[in-house]
């Protein structure tokens, strides 16, 4: 049982604990907390089905791999195994595409190996940088963004590179 | 009260319009892949392999919502009771101090900044957008343009500082991994990097771009 999985059930004992403590109604709350799940549940999958339509059949008509073809030697030239490339083209514009291809990727090399564990950390520690940058740029109608894209991308490949640093 | 009404529809009016820029992009990347895929299957001979794929894709939708929705009912319950218990807050004002060191020309905008992130470090992206907006609302000057603060508060927010990565973890449980927590502390430590990538890139090339 390694740190991890001893720690985060211990978290939550502690949250229940201290939450009962301040005389919350966990039962009440928790069931709120759920409900407040199911309508992000049911947006995303009109939205996943189009992505995973599209992803499907660029993958299975071998455009993915001819795109990957193409930027692994940019990949090596970083040290960067080619099965992770999709991962990590794919990542600042969809996160449910990229969830979608994490489980791919997954199913494919194994979740505990190195592949499997360096994606998994991958899509956990970086973010969809063009969606945050159009909503919340858009929101109050900014249009010169300056260094905020620049220093989005630096930071997600920052987050790529310390990531596969640290699974090796 | 007619001056927050008028805000808030204005808020939401440009929520739409920042939905038509966002599915404008998402409609290219859509269409490219879709297009390019339907062409080299064309281009083999094999249109039924085309339709086989189109419709898969929309299978492996319903399929994986299902392996989500278990994982993202538990612990959006838990986050809620950790709210209830005065946790989110109590950590906004711990951070009120740390943050006006990033954004010093913003006080105002420390409150929504701090529950914007404070719920995303907790996994609660539904909650972190409406504080976000509002943080862009308090920081916006009005002249289309980003200020450093402004830069700053959408770097840190492309850099994912998450407790738990749930949805990964789903993922790999889903996906038959023996230790689908394994793969927490790394994806910790190589967030906190980004973030840290981000307060540096954003602070030196704010001088550069102006």
Redesign the interface.
Known sequence: MNAGEAAIPLLIVLLIGYALIKKVNIYKAFAEGAKDALPQLVSVLPYLAAMLTALEVFRGSGALSALVRMLAPVGRLCGVREELIPLIVLRPFSGSASLALLRDTLTEYGADGYIGRAASVLVGSTETVFYTVALYFGSVGVTKTRQAIPAALISGAVGVAVGLLLIK | MDEQRAERCS?FL??G??AR??SR??AW??GI??A??????AV?GDGA??L???V???E???S??L???GA???W????????????VKKLARLMRRPLGLLMPDAPEAAAPVTLNLAANFFGL??AA?PF??EA??K??RGD???SDS??M???L????V?L??T??IA??T??????????????????I??????VI??RA??R???
């Open positions: 808020a440009n929520i319009r920042t820029i966002d992009m998402m990347i859509f892949m879709t390019a895929g339907i062409i080299l299957f083999k392999g085309a086989a794929a189109l898969k894709g929309c492996g939708a319903v994986l919502t392996t989500l929705a993202y009912l538990f959006s319950g838990l986050m809620r009771i950790a709210d209830e218990a005065g946790l992206g539904n957008t976000g907006l862009m609302r920081l916006d289309g343009r980003a402004m830069a508060f959408i770097a927010n492309s850099s994912a998450e738990l990565p949805s990964v993922v790999r889903a996906c038959g991994s023996a230790e689908p927590y394994s793969i927490a502390v790394p994806t910790f430590l190589a967030s990097a980004a973030a840290a990538a981000a890139s954003c090339l704010g550069v771009i102006k």
